[in-house]
């Protein structure tokens, strides 16, 4: 029994319960010779069967222990992909399975299991790892798989040497041990029968409903195995033993007898009567516990969530409507052992059940009267558990059996999924939910339109967090403080008003204190992935930021990048309720008065710390256009999606402080880099006013302005305003970040070219022409010389500026050159489906317009018409005489056009257009509404150009023309 002889874990966790450690390893050594129950061959008989073939289960036993399962993790990680990180750390694992080895070494003790037997648990975990080991993601999923089931096997640390194995107890721990290996065994049989992960993953949400199944089944096991176990520990007392049995007779009798019936309650609570919303889950509460529905099990409900999202007033809320369906109502303060035994101990007296002073002393006889009242009694109960977060201290006074149902409210995860059959997140509300709650604490019974907007803006401000808001309201109305004046006022005085208990409240927590319980208890790591998770938007925040960007940072960060600790870290705040995870997306969610309340307890120089480590994962996800001409890297838009919003949040944070960046980042530099890189990412997104704000942020905290990055930032405020055409403004960026770039890399660097070309494009869209055709032909001279896969680039801005110099046969010519468009005819344009090309398509369109070749232009446009423009297919419509084809794309354009910005050059020229084409067809009034928009637009884009005249050429340098 390698469990016991080896010391895995089972005395150590048993020790404070008087174990002695040479009792025990002399009765381990007589049961070596002492046959197994025969109820362990009907297991381990299952087990087989369950694996459906004996080829995997002569592997089985040569892993006996958890010492042996570890030693051998070195030869799986052998088949291991070495991308794979978390396998690296297959040893973290061993704290998780401590609990199997814990259970294991309880039923070798008391059972009589040979190593043969208990192997099984190991040998299987050994075997699914092997099996899974093919796949990382599937490995992952095993591993979190195991490690949830090992979390649910119950702990027995209940037992004596003396305590008396009943046949009920024998049969609930071998139930329990073969719901465990027959899982195991299932799982072995799935991995062997899909050995490819793509049949894997198609298939894998059943063995997760599986788990799910078999977790639900242990639940319910364990409970039987504790009433035994609750039972035999008072047979050690028999007096008291005696005492209880003649307590029960008692009590059985007076309820036969049906003289009198019990009408209690000790709801410590008044009835809420500024209770709002919640309808969802008292729903889901009433369904869960209805008293008049059959059930097979003790009906309980768990009500889960962050502190101060409003667990117990749901709690209140319910128990005050069902006062009439049950007859007894008992509430239990449940936040320690110490509360629960003060609750029963007036429970107890309330029901009538202590006769002595010394039993109102004593809790534990309170606890025990109390429950076993709840076994005899034929009356209704509801038990109400509230602050149930010590599941230890919960267990001793959970009743095994009642008439009626349970209700627990708690922050630990743990303790939602354990006892209860079900459990619900309650979540904080809605904006509209939020602000009906508000207005009720605030007492405004008859809010104006302006209160109701107002108190919908507060709910968001405070994330919907009922405490926060029944606080906040409570403050308003004693200070009959107007809704609109209040957030403002918060700005200002957020940490005073933070402490403030709503008036006439029972909650002992405020918005300060709320949370204090949560994060005290929290280990180092958990802490430092909170303080961080504090400067993030909360929305949305991906896994991969942490486990992809945190490369380079100090020490203190290291588990950031191993999938293992870094989900032990997050483990613990999903435990707590401090974060939320979405399973859909595995990102996670936290509430931002936890963030709030996290950052206002770390020092200046903590959260400058802090801020930089957030700022430096964020710059993973956003390529790095400063030193390398990369050109545009759609390919990395799902990761820059990803870290956006963060990047945002980040810049509102500090632009909140008001003491300057500089006191926010300690490295200024590198949240420069991070804006210029999120700017940049911004500008291919064609969000060129939100590219604006945030590259000028960048430049203005940038001291070094003969740097590669001042360079990049200044170069990207150049293209944005060419893109608005702003071609002379643009010039001069340019120039500037042409020197910078020369004096850093040299003349003859190919990053060089990259410069020459924004020079081309701006003397392109100024009309100076032939400055353009000498700029574009030193950068392709440049690009040539390195070998540069950036020439396609020049070929194709040479044949654009070619075009427009009137040459649509050297521009053909020019554009063939490009290497991505080698081979390339006009078919092969009108068959991709490639978005890559269609810029170059919109260019050939045009070369073969002026080709006179219109049938081929138009099919070439009406391709490219699908990715991105639609006015000069407008424009070949009408030239074939299609006027309400035309009009329909160019109405479109205006549409689309107005829901940015940038839009407006090419909203003015469709407008153009559409009013000669309206003037044609003699409908003067739409004609003369489209004029008038369209001069509108004129005169504020280019207000030189407000005496032009009213043609096309004069709105088409509104649009420019390197721009497809």
């Known amino acids: 029994m390698s469990q016991i002889e080896n010391g895995a874990g089972g005395f150590e966790e048993l020790a404070h319960v008087d174990i002695d450690l040479g009792a025990c390893a002399l009765y381990a050594k007589m049961m070596k010779d002492r046959p197994p129950s025969p109820l362990w061959h009907r297991a381990l008989a299952q087990y087989r069967l369950e694996l459906q073939g004996a080829e995997n289960y002569q592997t089985v036993p040569n892993v006996g222990s958890l010492e042996e399962l570890i030693s051998s993790f070195a030869q799986i990680q052998a088949t291991t992909p070495g991308s794979y990180s978390g396998i690296n750390s297959l040893n973290r694992l061993a704290p998780k399975l401590k609990f199997v080895d814990d259970f ?38 095993v591993l979190d798989m195991i490690e949830e089931l090992s979390l649910s096997l119950p702990r027995f640390q209940i037992y004596e040497k003396t305590l008396p194995l009943s046949p009920l107890l024998q049969q609930a721990l071998v139930d329990a041990y073969s719901e465990i290996i027959c899982f195991y065994a299932r799982i072995i049989r799935f991995l062997r029968n899909n050995p490819h992960p793509s049949l894997r993953k198609n298939e894998w949400q059943t063995c997760r409903d599986d788990l799910s199944i078999t977790v639900k089944r242990i639940k319910r096991i364990s409970s039987t195995i504790e ?33 009198k019936q019990t ?3 000790n709801i410590p609570f008044l009835s809420n009567t500024k209770f709002s919303g919640r309808k969802d889950v008292l729903g889901s509460v009433h369904d869960a516990l209805n008293i008049d529905s059959a059930s097979s099990t003790l009906k309980s409900m768990a009500l889960f969530g962050m502190g101060g999202v409003g667990k117990t007033q749901v709690a209140v809320q319910y128990a005050y409507q069902n006062l009439q369906h049950f007859e007894v109502i008992l509430w239990v303060a449940a936040d320690n052992a110490i509360a629960i035994g003060q609750s029963f101990r007036a429970i107890a007296d309330g029901l009538g059940l202590l006769e002595t002073d010394d039993d109102k002393k004593d809790a534990a006889a309170a606890v025990w009267r109390v429950k076993n009242w709840l076994i005899a009694t034929r009356t209704t109960c509801l038990v109400i558990f509230d602050n149930a977060d010590d599941l230890a201290a919960l267990k001793t006074a959970w009743p095994e059996s009642i008439n009626g149902s349970v209700l627990l409210t708690t922050r630990n995860f743990a303790v939602a999924t354990t006892l209860a059959v079900q459990y619900i997140q309650v979540d904080p509300f809605s904006d509209s939910d939020g602000s009906e709650l508000l207005l009720k604490a605030a007492g405004l019974d008859h809010p104006t339109a302006s209160d109701t907007e107002h108190a919908v803006a507060i709910s968001s401000a405070f994330g919907g967090l009922p405490l926060a808001l029944t606080q906040v309201g409570g403050f308003i109305a004693q200070r009959k403080l107007s809704l609109h004046s209040f957030l403002p006022l918060y700005e200002r005085n957020s940490a005073k008003i933070d402490t403030r208990k709503a008036p006439g409240s029972d909650y002992e927590h405020t918005l300060s204190t709320v949370w204090d319980f949560a994060l ?3 280990s180092e790591t958990s802490t430092r992935l909170l303080n961080l998770l504090s400067f993030f938007d909360p929305d949305s925040i991906s896994e991969h930021i942490f486990l992809q960007g945190s490369a380079g940072l100090d020490d203190d960060f290291s588990f950031l990048a191993d999938e293992m600790d870094l989900g032990d870290a997050e483990e ?28 206002k307890r770390l020092g200046e120089l903590e959260s400058s710390r802090y801020f930089d480590s957030v700022v430096h994962m964020l710059c993973w996800g956003f390529p790095d256009h400063s030193k390398v001409d990369i050109g545009h890297q759609i390919s990395a838009w799902g990761r820059c999606e990803k870290c956006i919003p963060h990047v945002r949040h980040l810049v509102q944070l ?80 340019f120039t500037r970040a042409l020197e910078i770039r020369k004096a850093e890399l040299g003349g003859e660097d190919p990053f060089i070219a990259y410069s020459l070309n924004n020079i081309a494009l701006a003397y392109t869209e100024m009309g100076k022409l032939e400055l353009a055709h000498a700029a574009h032909q030193d950068a392709i001279n440049l690009r040539l010389k390195a070998s540069s896969d950036r020439i396609g680039n020049s070929y194709s801005n040479m044949s654009s500026l070619l075009l427009r110099l009137g040459r649509p046969d050297e521009a053909e010519e020019m554009l063939a050159r490009c290497p ?48 991105r423009r639609k006015y000069d297919v407008a424009s070949m419509l009408l030239g074939e005489n299609h006027a309400s084809s035309a009009m329909r794309l160019l109405e479109e354009i205006v549409s689309i056009s107005e829901t940015f910005v940038e839009g407006e050059g090419q909203r003015a020229r469709a407008l153009y257009k559409l009013s000669e084409i309206h003037l044609q067809l003699g409908a003067q009034k739409e004609s003369d509404a489209c004029k008038e928009r369209a001069l509108t637009l004129l005169a504020k884009l280019k207000p030189d150009l407000k005496d032009a005249p009213f043609e096309e050429a004069t709105f088409s340098k509104l649009c420019l023309w390197m721009l497809w």
């Open 104 to 141: 294991s070494a309880v039923l070798a003790l008391y059972i009589g299991a040979n190593t043969a037997l208990t192997a099984a648990v190991w040998g299987s975990i050994r075997l699914i790892l092997a099996h899974a080991s093919s796949a990382a993601d599937t490995q992952r999923d």
């Open 263 to 265: 009408r209690y309650d």
């Open 820 to 867: 991505s468009l080698d081979g390339f005819t006009d078919e092969t344009f009108i068959n991709t489906g490639n978005p890559r090309f269609s810029g170059d398509m919109v260019l050939l369109s045009r070369i073969r317009r002026a080709q006179g070749r219109k049938a081929d232009a138009l099919r070439l446009a009406s391709k490219a018409l699908a990715f």
């Open 520 to 522: 005290k208890d929290l």
């Open 572 to 599: 613990e705040l999903l435990q707590v309720a401090l974060v939320n995870r979405v399973r859909e997306s595995a990102d996670f969610t936290i509430h931002r008065l936890i963030q709030s309340t996290t950052r």
């Open 227 to 259: 009433s035994e176990a609750d039972i035999a520990r008072m047979r050690k007392d028999e007096g008291r033993y005696k005492e209880v049995l003649e307590l029960l007779s008692d009590m059985k009798t007076g309820v036969s007898g049906g003289d």
């Open 654 to 733: 500090a632009k909140r402080d008001a003491r300057g960046v500089a006191h926010v980042a300690n490295n200024e530099s590198k949240y420069a880099d991070l804006l210029i890189r999120c700017s940049w990412y911004l500008y291919e997104r064609e969000m060129y006013i939100i590219a604006r704000e945030m590259v000028e942020q960048a430049i203005s905290i940038t001291k070094d302005t003969k740097s590669l990055g001042y360079a990049s930032a200044i170069d990207l405020c150049g293209l944005i305003d060419l893109d608005l055409g702003q071609a002379a403004r643009a010039l001069e960026p």
